[in-house]
């Protein structure tokens, strides 16, 4: 069965500082890949996804998320943080049947 | 375009009673998805509908939870009875068209059994 990976459960950077949260998969295929975002009282919203080509995308609100096969990572960053990015971040991997395996999830928090 | 619709937002109920929880897709997405964050856990699948037919319910704790999605539109969710390791927030999703495409997620339904 696949698997994510979230290896920091709580981060805390300063705002204006660059930031990286860390995601490893386990895969058979090529896998599709998202980042979702979910911040208090909302849904799991959509910040990118990979599905092949160009393995850095780009996502909303400035975050990028870069595919290295040869590590079975698929970190997001953004290289300025905003205290409005303080949320909880999954990455996800595609199972069959457009199932989802989620990590963890890592808090996010933002010291001004 | 409205998103995904959940409803409650939170439900308190006693170990023993009965909880329905109803997701509302949007609208023309044949994809309907549920799926489960017990505190402190992985956001876990519990099962897909394609239309009015479950694509796939392998997630499903036990026979306590039935899903419902009557006509193709709404689902519902029910545990019956609830115990306490149902706690958690159950998340609704819908997506469109077949493959691999994006799940559009509700706001989830915060289900806390006392």
């Known amino acids: 069965a696949q698997s994510v990976t979230q290896p920091d459960i709580h981060i805390t950077v300063s705002e204006g500082a660059s930031l990286e949260l860390r995601c490893n998969y386990s895969?058979?295929?090529?896998?599709?890949l998202f980042w979702y975002v979910q911040s208090p009282g909302q849904g799991l919203q959509l910040l990118l996804k990979?599905?092949?080509?160009?393995?850095l995308v780009q996502g909303i609100k400035g975050f990028e998320a870069e595919f290295k096969r040869s590590q079975s990572s698929f970190n997001l960053r953004k290289p300025s943080v905003h205290w409005s990015d303080a949320a909880e971040y999954f990455c996800?991997?595609?199972?069959?049947?457009?199932?989802?395996?989620f990590g963890a999830g890592t808090i996010l928090r933002v010291k001004s | 375009e409205a998103g995904v619709t959940q409803f409650p937002s939170h439900s308190v109920i006693e170990k023993g009673q009965t909880v329905t929880l109803r997701c509302d897709p949007i609208?023309?997405?044949?994809?309907l998805y549920w799926y489960r964050r017990v505190m402190g856990k992985e956001i876990k699948f519990l099962l897909h509908?394609?239309?009015?037919?479950?694509?796939?319910e392998s997630g499903m704790p036990n026979n306590r939870f039935l899903a419902e999605r009557t006509g193709g539109t709404y689902s519902t969710l029910k545990v019956q009875p609830a115990e306490l390791e149902d706690s958690g927030v159950y998340f609704c999703?819908?997506?469109?068209?077949?493959?691999?495409?994006?799940?559009?997620f509700g706001a989830g339904s915060r289900l806390t059994v006392l």
């Open positions: 999703a819908s997506s469109q068209g077949h493959g691999a495409n994006v799940l559009t």
């Open positions: 895969y058979g295929a090529t896998p599709y």
């Open positions: 990979y599905f092949s080509g160009d393995t």
């Open positions: 996800a991997v595609r199972e069959y049947g457009n199932k989802l395996v």
């Open positions: 609208s023309g997405h044949d994809n």
């Open positions: 509908f394609v239309k009015e037919s479950k694509q796939d």
